[in-house]
């Protein structure tokens, strides 16, 4: 039958692919003419119009008002017509269930065909169907299905079993589909039914396992030794994927002595030469797995999956290497050494995709030592001069890593001092940053290198953090380099047109420093620097040229020790990843979190999805009413979520008005005065002491600032006073937390001393809590805790909420507080840090 014919349209639509409702109208009046049609060739027609109606809803076109002529053409005995008419049939019967109704005939019908396919076939679209209202109509096909004589209707029906149960699990639970799965499991003589059969039981009982204790015996029995043994000894047959189920589960079983691991470990050591990447990675996981508490044969682990995994790597596509190369860079981290002699399969070949080249580079920093440095970084230097700028930047960050790590570095930096005369702005902007960080773990290169970084022009750096590292090097090396003070200057000259705050900052830090080296050649720049920053619209910029001002008004010596005080060489850099999360990942070990590098819980829970671990609700968190008595009044989380671990980057939310302003204003370049709220600039909280030297009266004649001298301080505001016996309900808390806007949100310390005495988070309830701050609700476990706070003002029903997040390991703790009365909220800010300071200390 010719195909209907096509109307006139810019760009005209695919004969396959009508684009409209004429067009489905056309289908519909074909399919019906055919419906009750023997005539000879009807099947090749109805395969064309089929073709047709399942390419439109393929790119989305409804072709739903079709649904009842597709089924009265299904009644033929074509199985290609008939697995048409079901992937039909199963998109739409989901959303509808009224036309689904129309399916239940024919589909039962088809479930006792003579044609095992078919009969397979129609019991897979039966059951997904997922109608609930249907449920009924599945048991008898289901029940023939698990008794079938075809092995290929009993794989579908195991499979059918755990959707029924999905849909509704009484249903499946009353018919007793569970025990017939279990009598498959063990007697079937088809392998793929043994574990179809085994993954549905997995999944039934383990669901089951928190509501029966039935199913919670039934689930230990999977671990015990004659299933597993029963397994293990048909492992053979099994298809691949039934294979990686298999192992999945022998991973969790327990040895119970070494000879029964030596025993599962010869049994399945071929496996590590199979073709499939999938059954390699989950027989190493079983290994692994088995010989965790067996040092020696652990290693042994190591060096026996090295050569089955660096196969796989050069073998397959780039996503299979990928994925391998993931989990050999996680056991690469665990084992450097073991894998240190085979740093040349790392090496990038120039058909990989960037992250494939990109892994490699990050496992040949894991791998370098001081036998093969020179050839790892020789290899690097060659990439490092690649057109491919992303690849070229990551070689040289690759190579500032391994001189990081190492002891003797000096080929190496004689490699970085090279990449500077390159005169490639991306070579150039990367090997600044990795120069800085050089000079503070080996401070003794400071003269090779400056000779070098003094000879670029800063005109030619334009990255933000290559322009802060060279900033760095001006002021800290100002003795050094000679053109230092006059680099600065026309750097500050062009203040407004630079618009990274984190270039300003490091500005202002550099000018400070390098006047405390060279002040008759600093004194012009240092004067223009902190005008300009106490005029700058950032508030960070701001404060800092403030506090530099105020700390060299106050005392010039005192600024030197603050600003520029002696320092150490930094020995170590901070890992990215605490120790903790790295033994998480290689728990899950053959899963996406090696793929992704992170925990699963920080990507499939709710709570752990962007870069902060908790959204405003904290309905999460079990929240309690405030007791009157000494016990502390926050409910620990729950059991299922103790692993908890907080995320401390929120930045998402703005700042409050209380920290977007600034009262001050600041002095013109001129010289001249302010407003007369200028006083303020340069008050102190605190009166010099007899013994100060009074020499900072003419630091404002000495920068050309022109400033008065300080004026008295004015009167300290009111102490904000709370209620002792503040009490607030769970609920009108959730309620107050959604609907009050952010006042204030910032970042602040706590004192090592806090951080030690914080053993559990009901220490530093107490704590607060003697300082009628009260605690609602808390989280999360070292290093990382969450607490919710609230307080009440003594003379008036005003409340403050806060948001607290402390992370111990890097002392630093994030606020966000709420309050009815958002005037006080600076004041109640300043109360509880003050609180927070004493935490700790004696």
Known sequence: MAPPAQTHRSPSPSPSQPSGKGEVSDLKMQLRQLAGSRAPGTDDAKRELFKKVISCMTIGIDVSPVFSEMVMCSATSDIVLKKMCYLYVGNYAKNNPDLAL????????????????????????????????????????LGSGLKDSNSYVRTVAAIGVLKLYHISASTCLDADFPATLKHMMLNDRDAQVVANSLCALQEIWGLEATKSEEASTERETLLRKPLIYYLLNRFKEFSEWAQCAVLELVSKYVPSDSNEIFDMMNLLEDRL?????????????????????????HQQVYERIKAPLLTLVSSGGPEQSYAVLSHLHLLVMRAPYIFSADYKHFYC????????????????????????????????????????????????????KIALQQYDVNAIVDRLL????????????????????????????????????????????????????????????????????????????NWEEEHSAEVRLHLLTAVVKCFFRRPPETQKALGAALAAGINDFHQDVHDRALLYYRLLQYNVSIAESVVNPPKQAVSVFADTQSNEIKDRIFDEFNSLSVVYQKPSYMFTDKEHRGPFAFSEEIGNLSIGAEPTDNV?????????????????????????????????SAPGYDGSLAAPTQTDLVSLDYKPTPNVPSASFAIDDLLGLGLPAAATPPPPTPVLKLNTKAALEPNTFQQK????????????????????????????????????????????????????????????LSTY??????????????????????????????LFQSALSKFGVS
């Open 102 to 141: 129309l399916t239940i005939n024919f589909l039962q019908r088809d479930c006792k065909d003579e044609d095992p396919m078919i009969r397979g076939l129609a019991l897979r679209s039966l059951c997904s169907l997922r109608v609930t209202n249907l449920v009924e109509y599945l048991v008898g096909p």
């Open 273 to 297: 030469q199979h073709a499939n990447g999938a059954v390699v990675l989950a027989t190493i996981k079983l290994f692994l797995q088995l010989t965790l508490s067996m040092a020696d044969i």
């Open 349 to 400: 070949q120039y058909n990989e995709p960037f992250y494939v080249k990109k892994l490699k580079l990050e496992m040949l920093t894991a791998v370098a030592n001081e036998s093969n440095t020179y050839e790892i970084v020789t290899e690097l230097c060659e990439y490092a001069a690649n057109v491919d700028i992303p690849m070229a930047r990551e070689s040289i960050r690759a190579v500032g």
């Open 418 to 493: 090279q990449f500077l005369e390159m005169e490639k702005d991306h070579v150039t902007a990367e090997t600044l940053v990795l120069v800085k960080d050089l000079l503070r773990k080996y401070p003794q290169w400071s003269h090779d290198c400056i000779a070098v970084v003094g000879n670029i022009s800063s005109k030619n750096v334009q990255e933000p953090k290559a322009k802060s590292a060279l900033i760095w090097m001006l002021g800290e090396y100002a003795q050094d380099m000679q053109d230092a003070p006059y680099v600065l200057e026309s750097l500050i000259e």
């Open 632 to 664: 502390v009044p926050a409910q620990r989380i729950e059991e299922n979520d103790k692993d908890l671990l907080l995320s401390t980057s929120d930045k998402e939310e703005s700042k409050g008005s209380s920290h977007n302003g600034s009262a001050y």
């Open 737 to 796: 937390w959604r609907q009050l806007p952010i006042s204030i949100s910032q970042e602040t310390s706590i004192n090592p001393q806090g951080v030690a005495a914080m053993t559990t988070p009901q220490v530093l309830i107490r704590h607060m809590q003697g300082h009628s701050i009260h605690c609602i609700a808390s989280g999360g476990q070292a290093p990382n805790f969450k607490f919710f706070f609230y307080a009440q003002k003594a003379e008036e």
């Open 801 to 830: 909420l806060v948001e607290c997040i402390v992370n111990s390991s890097s002392c630093k703790v994030q606020l966000k507080i709420k309050a009815d009365d958002q005037s006080t909220s600076l004041a109640f800010s300043e």
